[in-house]
């Protein structure tokens, strides 16, 4: 995958992730369970490429990619306060 096609991936990948981070974040509230979180994504990471046709990266070269955003969105919920409890 070139630079071009990898930061144009990562672009339209942002708002996805940062709705599905949200989606997780509120089925499992609990804030020790990152690796289940995690796990959580990669469920839905996968079943989403194994279900698009037009999609020619794979789940093993995608997922540090998306792991890499997802730990951007939650490092910038975090900060801001959006994840904390009240």
């Given at each position: 995958?070139?630079?071009?096609?990898y930061l144009s991936w990562v672009r339209k990948?942002?708002?996805?992730?940062?709705?599905?981070?949200?989606?997780?974040e509120e089925t499992i509230p609990d804030d020790g369970a990152?690796?289940?979180k995690l796990a959580a994504f990669d469920i839905m990471l996968?079943?989403?490429l194994e279900k698009a046709d037009d999609?020619?990266?794979s789940f093993d070269k995608l997922q540090?990619?998306?792991?890499?955003?997802?730990?951007?969105?939650?490092t910038l919920f975090n900060?801001?306060?959006?994840?904390?409890k009240s």
């Open positions: 995958m070139n630079i071009l096609t990948l942002w708002n996805t992730v940062v709705e599905i981070v949200k989606l997780i990152g690796k289940e996968k079943a989403a999609i020619d990266e540090p990619v998306a792991h890499d955003i997802v730990a951007a969105v939650v900060a801001t306060g959006l994840f904390r």
